[in-house]
């Protein structure tokens, strides 16, 4: 009976890294976000979000501009980590940088809108030249993901093209 309950501590302690290196809920949801996106043309940035805030994980879910269309360059930071000095964007968020060169009224008006269906969780959005950026702690469901996926690809395709034109260098003669 002792040499039963040896092998059995034994196997226990053989299995038990395994059951430790499993993943919890949280990373196996964050996975399968990530290869969403992935696999449906966007690119994961772990880089430094640009907030002041060092014990805030977030994750940037970036969306490259289509073609030679450029984006025009803005970050707007959700009213729960931006300061009260920024000027307000919306009721739930404010311009970190203002757009430069501006936006049109329709294409702001998109952007509010997208802006306030965006995650709680989401608090930045960073545009550049390239590519938008929508910085979140990824505490969302796939199925509902998904589903907000596109408007994610909408709001880039809308963006696309706000941004200066790339002048085309003329030859002298």
């Given at each position: ?62 969306l490259r501009y289509p073609g030679t ?105």
């Open positions: 009976m002792a040499l039963l309950g040896f092998l059995l501590v034994a196997v226990l302690l053989v299995l038990s890294p395994m059951v430790w290196l499993r993943p919890g809920r949280g990373e196996t949801i964050r996975g399968q976000l990530r290869r969403h996106v992935k696999a449906n043309g966007g690119e994961l940035n772990f880089t430094k979000a640009p907030m002041a805030m060092p014990n805030v994980a977030l994750t940037g879910y970036r269309e450029s984006g025009s360059d803005f970050t707007l930071v959700r009213n729960d980590v931006g300061s009260d000095a920024l000027e307000a964007a919306t009721d739930q968020w404010r311009w970190r940088q203002a757009p430069l060169p501006s936006l049109d009224a329709g294409r702001l008006e998109a952007l509010e809108q997208w802006l306030d269906r965006l995650p709680a969780d989401a608090l930045i959005v960073e545009s550049g030249k390239h590519t938008i950026c929508i910085w979140w702690q990824e505490a969302m469901s796939l199925e509902r993901f998904q589903q907000d996926w596109a408007s994610w690809l909408a709001m880039r395709d809308i963006l696309a093209g706000s941004g200066r034109r790339a002048e085309v260098p003329v030859r002298p003669l």
